[in-house]
C-alpha cells in the first residue's frame, strides 16, 4: 500500500515541494513506470540506461531509445509534465472534478483545448482494465442518459443514432449500472457501462463482463434477466408491476447511483457530454465513486498517475471523435 509523504505528496505543499521542475516529475514517472527498475520496451531487458539529452533513456543490450513517456497518455505532449501533474492533483482533489474551463481557469492555461485534451486523456486512465469484478449481492439495471444537444452534436446525431439503435428514444444512451449492496447496508463499488441497445443479450454481456459468477445478481422483474442462473449466477428478481414499493425502495443501490450520476453529469458538466465520449465520463464518475471513502486525496492523484503510465496513448483525433 503506497504511503503519503514516501509515495505521494501529502498535500499542496508538499506537492510543491516534490515537483519543483521537469527533472522531478520525469523520475516520479520513471518510479510509478518501472517499480523493478527500468526495462527495455524492446528487449526487455532489466538495466539502469543511459541517459540522453531531450529525457530519452537509451538501453545498454540493444541500444533502443525510448523515453518514460513513450507508450503512455503523455506521450508526444508539449505540456509540461508539471501542468499535467497539477491537473492530476486538481482533478482528484476536487471531490465532483472538473470542467476543462474549470481546469484552464486553476491552472492559468492559455488554451481551452489543452485544458480539454488534459481532462479527457486524464479520464482514459481512470479505470483499470485489469480491476476485479463486482460479487456478493449486486443490483443492476439499466437507465437511460440525454442525448445529444441542439448546437453542440455539429452534425453527430445521425452517426450517434445508428450506433444506439435505441427504438424508444434515439437520442437516449442506454447505460447499464451494477452496485455492489453492502449487508445490512451500504454500498461498495459500482460499475457503469453504455450498451447498444435494451435486448437481452446487451443487458446479459453486461453483467456477465463485470459480474464474477456465483454472485447473486438483483434486478427487476424483466424478462431479459431470466437466464442469469444458466450463466451461473444466483438471481433475485423483483416484480415492480403490482408491488407497492417505488423504485428508490426495492432497488435502492441503482436509483441512487443514477441519480447521483445524473447529477454529476448536469452540474459539473453542464449536461453537455457527447454521447461518443459517454463512456469516459462513465468512468470518471466510477473512479470517483468507487474511491469516495479514500481519505486521502494524495493516494488518488497517485492511483491517477501510476494507471496513466498503463494507459495507451491516445490522439486529439480519438478524444474529438473525428
Ligand atoms: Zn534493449
Redesign the pocket.
Known sequence: MPVGGRDYPRNWDQFLDWFPDEASCQQYLEHLRWPQGYF?P????FNEPFRLSRNRLM?R????QSTVTAGTVFEKTRTPLRTWFAAAWYVTNQKNGVSALGLQRVLGLGSYQTAWAIMHRLRRAMVRPDRELLHGIVEVDETFLGGPRRGTGRGRANTDRKQHQVPDDPRKAVVMIGVEMHQPKGFGRVRIRQVADKTKKSLLSFICDEVEPGSTVHTDGSLSYISLPDHGYQHHRTVQCGSEDPAHVTMPGVHRVASLLKRWLLGTHQGSVQSHQLDYYLDEFTFRFNRRSSRSRGLLFYRLLEQAVVTKPVTYRDIAGK
Open positions: 527495455c524492446r528487449c526487455g531487458e538501453c543490450g540493444c541500444r533502443y
